[in-house]
């Protein structure tokens, strides 16, 4: 299983960005994908996970102002981040919790990465 973001980048206080994150590969399902984020020096940090029967999880800091979305037909799971604060600077990674359809065996995948910069 292979995880990849994209949609990062640089952005305004105030502004929006949405970040897109694809699962591909063979002989696998998605039951959960889920977005964390990390700034230098501290642990990766939770910020909204989504769960195949439509269950979603938001942190307190990102409550109002982010929405996680998912399409499981492509296995893609989106994170619309508005009213985007500084403090949201990070590299977000996107997690990926699997089954494997033949052998029944579960595991995860990490995405490489994305950089958010909320600056003036």
């Known amino acids: 299983v292979r995880v990849v973001e994209s949609g990062g980048g640089l952005v305004q206080p105030g502004g929006s960005l949405r970040l897109s994150c694809a699962a591909s590969?063979?002989?696998?399902?998605?039951?959960?994908m889920a977005w964390y984020r990390q700034t230098p020096g501290n642990q990766r940090e939770l910020v909204a996970s989504?769960?195949?029967?439509?269950?979603?999880n938001y942190a307190d800091f990102v409550k109002g102002r982010f929405t996680i979305s998912r399409d499981d037909a492509s296995n893609t799971v989106y994170l619309q981040m508005n009213s985007l604060k500084p403090e949201d600077t990070a590299v977000y990674y996107c997690?990926?919790?699997?089954?494997?359809?033949?052998?029944?065996?579960?595991?995860?995948?990490w995405g490489q990465g994305t950089q958010v910069t909320v600056s003036s």
């Open positions: 997690k990926a919790d699997f089954l494997t359809t033949t052998q029944h065996i579960t595991g995860y995948r």
């Open positions: 590969g063979s002989d696998f399902s998605i039951y959960a």
């Open positions: 989504t769960t195949s029967g439509g269950h979603t």
